[in-house]
């Protein structure tokens, strides 16, 4: 596609005014991705894409509305300015959309320096394979390994650009890759399977796909003869695998758009305590090589870094403008949005304070309990924070893992449950959401 994204977003604009916008912002994305599957040192499936899709949103007085094609032609751009003005024509009022102000725009967009963009060419086809079948081969070499499921290996690179009427124009590349690997010990209804997963800004990053398959066998292995637990009251360990999940509840809790709908458990808990003393919830997106990075937001804002909870309180909402407007806030610069929607809130790059333990040491002070390393299915009220999710994982005894378990229940409150936390101090720095493992006490587990 020879067309500059910024052309394609200048374009849109153009043909908001003349349809009879009083205002609009535009975005274009220019994506590839190329993934590559092998089964049994096979190739299984191969799959590549790339294409440009347009989206615009148009405002006409307090009504506003989203179209978004994959055609760039000029008349496509043209009816589809038609067709959102139409729609917004249509729309109901809302007196809190609009564009940012001016005033409130990025100056500095220059992402370089977070480094989202690996300089490396794109992966070859069979580089890809390559890697797949070396962490398949050394998943299915490890003694007690049935077979492997699936190995899967991934490139992508997008370019984005953003522009609106306001003035706002800036774009950015973000590159991604991936492998990852699925094994099973056991045969038939005693089969258990485990997996190793990594992902990347930056292709030299990644793990060897020797340890990825290495550690997928190793996991996998040990949950061979997995039972259900003992029923009953009991502390549970979310592995730092799973443990983000928890942080993910609460971001979600004090997500603007939750708020602004009084559907939140957190509804009442701005300035209140949310987590034990001593523990922090830090955003930060300006972390280089994290693919959640952003110099400037979905509406143009200028991101910064703040605590979301400081010492154990909760100090503010995730905002857009739109949902800090309905609050009578201001924004925190967490818009996000894609070619088809409106900005709303969300929040990526996070790090909850590391506590002074390490994992065995948070798994022999809990005694007898469950260490949970993989979570399935969620049914989770939004509204009370009752939590009931499957898990699988390990049950402890004495502070030592007595075997594998499946087939289990754990419940209770988010409120509660994270007002006990105890974080190990064994996080992964590469991630979006940096949480440590977790110890929760006084879980209703549901096994035998």
């Not at 274009?28 to 590559?36: P, Q, W």
């Not at 050394?138 to 306001?166: E, K």
């Not at 009953?232 to 360990?237: S, T």
Request: with cysteine; net charge negative.
């Amino acid at each position: 596609m020879s067309q500059k994204l910024s052309e394609l977003t200048d374009a849109l604009l153009s043909a908001a005014t003349k349809a009879g916008a009083d205002k609009a912002d535009a975005l274009a994305v220019k994506g590839t991705s190329l993934s590559i599957d092998v089964l049994g040192g096979k190739l299984e499936h191969a799959e590549r894409a790339e294409g440009v899709e347009i989206g615009l949103r148009v405002l006409v007085g307090q009504r506003q509305a989203c179209v978004s094609a994959s055609d760039t032609r000029a008349d496509t751009i043209t009816t589809m300015a038609e067709r959102a003005v139409a729609m917004a024509r249509e729309a109901p009022e809302d007196d809190t959309v609009g564009l940012a102000d001016p005033s409130q725009l990025a100056r500095d967009t220059d992402s370089s320096a977070l480094e989202l963009n690996d300089p490396a060419p794109e992966p070859a086809p069979d580089e890809l394979e390559d890697h797949a079948r070396r962490a398949e081969a050394a998943a299915a070499d490890h003694v007690g390994v049935s077979q492997v499921q699936a190995t899967s290996a991934g490139y992508g690179r997008d370019q984005i650009f953003l522009a609106a009427s306001n003035g706002f124009a800036a774009g950015y590349g973000r590159t991604n890759r991936a492998l990852s690997c699925v094994a099973i010990t056991g045969e038939g209804t005693g089969m258990e399977r485990d997996y190793c997963g990594e992902s990347r800004v930056f292709q030299a990053d990644v793990p060897s796909p020797e340890d990825i398959g290495r550690i997928a066998a190793e996991r996998t292995v040990a949950r061979a003869g997995a039972r259900k637990p003992k029923t009953g009251a009991f502390p549970v360990l979310f592995d730092e695998r799973v443990a983000s999940s928890l942080i993910g509840h609460l971001l979600a809790a004090i997500n603007g758009s939750s708020i602004v709908r009084g559907a939140s458990w957190a509804r009442d808990l701005l300035g209140q305590q949310v987590l034990p003393t001593g523990l922090s919830v830090v955003e930060n997106p300006h972390r280089p090589r994290i693919s959640g990075s952003r110099m400037f937001d979905g509406e143009g804002l200028p991101t910064n870094g703040r605590s979301v909870v400081k010492d154990g309180v909760l100090t503010g909402w995730t905002l857009d403008l739109s949902t800090g407007r309905k609050l009578g806030m201001a924004s925190t610069a967490n818009a996000a949005r894609g070619t088809s929607s409106p900005p709303s809130p969300s929040i990526s790059n996070v790090e909850l304070t590391q506590g002074a333990h390490s994992h065995q040491a948070l798994l022999r002070d809990m005694g007898t309990g469950l260490l949970v390393t993989s979570m399935i299915g969620s049914s989770i009220n939004p509204t009370t924070g009752d939590y009931s999710r499957g898990a699988a994982g390990f049950w402890i005894e004495s502070g030592e893992i007595a075997y594998p378990v499946n087939e289990c229940t754990i419940a209770g409150n988010l409120r509660d449950m994270l007002m006990s936390i105890v974080p190990a101090n064994d996080a992964r720095m590469h991630l979006s959401r940096v949480v440590p493992s977790l110890l929760v006490s006084g879980l209703t587990i549901a096994g035998e």
